[in-house]
C-alpha cells in the first residue's frame, strides 16, 4: 500500500469548512483513498472513498488531484463533534487496510 | 455498527495467563480483522481472517494467534499475556466499501 502523510494537527473555526489535506504521491493506479475519523476512545469510523473522481456523501466530499498524489476531505460546516482524528488510507482489496498517524482535528467554539 | 460486537469490552489480566477476545458478528461478511491501538502507534493490523479457518498475520502478529471456526466468530487469544501487550484492541469486518469497527476491547496486563 502507498504510504500517506497528514498534518498531525488542524484547528478549525465552529461553523467553518475543515479542509483536510493528505499527500499520496506513491499511490498505484488501483489503489482507493479511503478516509476514516476516529473519536476519542472509539472505533474508527468510515468517512468516503475514492479512486480518481471526486465524491460526496452525507458525511463529507472528497477531492482528488488529476494526478491523485493528493487529496482533501471537507467537512463543509465542521461542528464540536466533528472533533476527531482523521486517517487517510490508501488501499485496495486484497491489502492490509495500515493506518498511519492522522491528523488532528480540533473544531473550537 | 455493521452487526460487530466485541467481548469483553474491559479486561484486567496478571502477566503470563491466557486471554481471549471475542469479535461476533451477525452479516456473514467474509473478511475480519484485529487491530490493536496503542498511543503514538496509531492502529496496527495483527491477524485477518478471510474465511472459516483462513487466517493470515498482520504487521504485529508476535504473541497471539487467532480462530475463526464459524463465519460469525473471529476469536484472538493471547496465549501468555505481558505488559506490552496492554491496549485497546478492535475487530473489524470488510463490507466492500472498506471496513467497519467494533467498539473496542481494553486489555490491560499486570
Known amino acids: 500500500d502507498a504510504k500517506t502523510t497528514q498534518p498531525t494537527s488542524m484547528d478549525c473555526a465552529e461553523g467553518r469548512a475543515a479542509n483536510l489535506p493528505c499527500n499520496h504521491s506513491?499511490?498505484?493506479?488501483?489503489?482507493?483513498v479511503y478516509w476514516y475519523r476516529q473519536i476519542h476512545s472509539q472505533g474508527p469510523q468510515y468517512i468516503i472513498h475514492g479512486l480518481k473522481n471526486n465524491e460526496t456523501n452525507e458525511m463529507a466530499s472528497l477531492i482528488i488531484t488529476e494526478d491523485r498524489k493528493s487529496s482533501t476531505l471537507i467537512l463543509p460546516h465542521a461542528t464540536l463533534r466533528d472533533t476527531a482524528v482523521y486517517y487517510c488510507i490508501a488501499y485496495n482489496a486484497g491489502n492490509m487496510l495500515t493506518f498511519g498517524g492522522g491528523t488532528r482535528l480540533m473544531v473550537k467554539p | 455498527d455493521a452487526g460487530i460486537t466485541q467481548s469483553p469490552r474491559h479486561k484486567v489480566t496478571e502477566t503470563g495467563t491466557p486471554v481471549t477476545l471475542r469479535c461476533h458478528q451477525t452479516?456473514?461478511?467474509?473478511?475480519m480483522y484485529w487491530y490493536r491501538q496503542d498511543p503514538g502507534h496509531g492502529l496496527r493490523l495483527i491477524h485477518y481472517?478471510?474465511?472459516?479457518?483462513?487466517?493470515d498475520k498482520g504487521e504485529v502478529s508476535d504473541g497471539y494467534s487467532v480462530s475463526r471456526s464459524k463465519t460469525e466468530d473471529f476469536l484472538l487469544t493471547l496465549e501468555s499475556a505481558t505488559s506490552s501487550q496492554t491496549s485497546v484492541y478492535f475487530c473489524?469486518?470488510?463490507?466492500?466499501?472498506?471496513?467497519?469497527f467494533g467498539s473496542g476491547t481494553q486489555l490491560s496486563v499486570l
Open positions: 506513491t499511490i498505484s493506479g488501483n489503489e482507493y
Open positions: 481472517s478471510y474465511g472459516v479457518k483462513d487466517t
Open positions: 452479516e456473514n461478511h467474509r473478511y
Open positions: 473489524a469486518i470488510s463490507e466492500g466499501v472498506g471496513l467497519f
